[in-house]
Every structure is written in structure tokens, then in C-alpha cells.
């Protein structure tokens, strides 16, 4: 069965620096979406980066980048230059294939928190 | 604007109230899902819809109901809510297409049953 790990629960960093949250997946098929979200205290989901399992390059959005490891099944999200606004909850989740008929459910890890100090 | 809206957005019942939480998304989207969000487990599926009239359960149905007479419009129902259920729920829609990496969120509703 697809599964996320987030094995950090708790995460520190200090203000300007870089921060990498872990994240694991497991999945049999070769078709698949990774996805993380930022979630800050008022509770919204903040979506934040993409990868697909056929994407040659490691996508990046600003100060994100995902570190893609396929073989190793790992995709753990990169942030530089952390802000004190960075601070929150984030989650990393994998999207079925489609052909699975359960409307593209996202799988999702336990979340990090990250708290970053000035 | 693109968006998911839900209300409302924060709820205390008492336990055996029937209540429902309205979606709504302006995207056209076929694609709706409920989910509910419990501290260390993650957001887990509740239900969710392919399309209008076509809902399935997810990974966490009981005690929940939906409907889709509409496209647009995805409730979730609690016929009678327990303490259990007190959690944060989010409606998510995305399109039918099968493109990975579009899923639109609602801001979330906040539950609470006594």
C-alpha cells in the first residue's frame, strides 16, 4: 500500500539558514505525484511544490527545491534562507494514479513541524 | 478568483446534532474530496466524488455522508456527531484531467463535539 514517512516531528532553524525536511514514500506504481504543503497556525493548507515521478529535474519554486531521489524513494523539501515566517506545519503527500478511481486521493506523512528562531 | 470555499468555518455542536458543512469550488472541477485532519495521523480521506452523483468512500467514512447534485457543491453531513469526529475537515477539489499536480483546498473547518 502507498505510504508517507516524515520521520522529523520536530524540527529547528536558525533565521537565514537552510533547512531539509525528510520525507519517504512507498508506492509499487511507477506513476505518481509528490506534493508538499505548508501548514501555519490559522490551519489552511499552503500549497508549495510538485514533483512527478517522471520529472528529470528537481523542481523548485523560490526559496523551495525538492530533492528527488527516486531509487531511494525520497523526495525531501529544501528551504534556503529561512524566514521567521517559515514557521508552521508541513506535510508531504503522494497522489495516486488516477486510474485507481479514488479521485486523485492524496496520501499524506504525520507533518514536521518547523520552528524557525531569529 | 480560483478557490475552494467551505463553511462554516468553525463549529461547536452538541453530540446528536445533525449538521452539514458546505463546499463549493468555482473551478469546474469533476474531482471533490473530504478530509479530516487529527494531530499525528496526518489528513486522511473521508469521502469523495468523481463526479456529479458519483461519491465513494474513502479511507475514514463512518459516521459521514455527502452528496454532489451539483458539480460545484460537495457537503459533508454528520446525521449525528460524536466526539470523535471533532477534528479539522477540509474539502479539496481537483480537475478531471489526469494531471497530478493540481488539488485546490478549502480553508479548512473546525469542529468541535461535546
Known amino acids: 500500500a502507498q505510504k508517507i514517512t516524515q520521520t522529523q516531528p520536530g524540527m529547528f532553524v536558525q533565521e537565514k539558514e537552510a533547512v531539509t525536511l525528510d520525507c519517504t514514500y512507498d508506492t509499487s506504481d511507477p506513476s505518481y505525484g509528490l506534493f508538499w504543503y505548508k501548514q501555519p497556525s490559522s490551519g489552511e493548507m499552503i500549497f508549495l511544490i510538485y514533483?512527478?515521478?517522471?520529472?528529470?529535474q528537481n523542481a523548485t519554486e523560490g526559496r523551495y527545491s525538492l530533492n528527488f531521489q527516486k531509487a531511494r524513494k525520497s523526495a525531501n523539501l529544501v528551504i534556503s534562507a529561512s524566514q521567521l515566517g517559515d514557521s508552521a506545519m508541513y506535510f508531504c503527500a503522494m497522489r495516486e494514479p488516477l486510474i485507481y478511481n479514488q479521485g486523485g486521493k492524496l496520501i499524506f506523512g504525520q507533518g514536521t513541524e518547523l520552528s524557525v528562531k531569529p | 478568483e480560483a478557490q475552494v470555499t467551505q463553511n462554516p468555518r468553525y463549529l461547536i455542536t452538541v453530540t446528536g446534532k445533525k449538521l452539514t458543512v458546505t463546499c463549493s469550488q468555482n473551478?469546474?472541477?469533476?474531482?471533490m474530496s473530504w478530509y479530516r485532519q487529527d494531530p499525528g495521523l496526518g489528513l486522511r480521506q473521508i469521502y469523495y466524488?468523481?463526479?456529479?452523483?458519483?461519491?465513494d468512500k474513502g479511507d475514514v467514512p463512518e459516521g459521514y455522508k455527502v452528496s454532489r447534485k451539483e458539480k460545484r457543491n460537495f457537503p459533508l453531513i454528520l446525521e449525528s456527531p460524536s466526539p470523535n469526529q471533532t477534528s479539522l475537515y477540509f474539502c479539496?477539489?481537483?480537475?478531471?484531467?489526469?494531471?497530478?499536480?493540481?488539488?485546490?483546498f478549502g480553508p479548512g473547518t473546525r469542529l468541535t463535539v461535546l
Open positions: 473551478m469546474n472541477h469533476e474531482y
Open positions: 466524488s468523481m463526479n456529479v452523483e458519483v461519491t
Open positions: 479539496a477539489s481537483s480537475p478531471g484531467t489526469p494531471s497530478y499536480n493540481e488539488q485546490f
Open positions: 514533483q512527478g515521478s517522471y520529472d528529470q
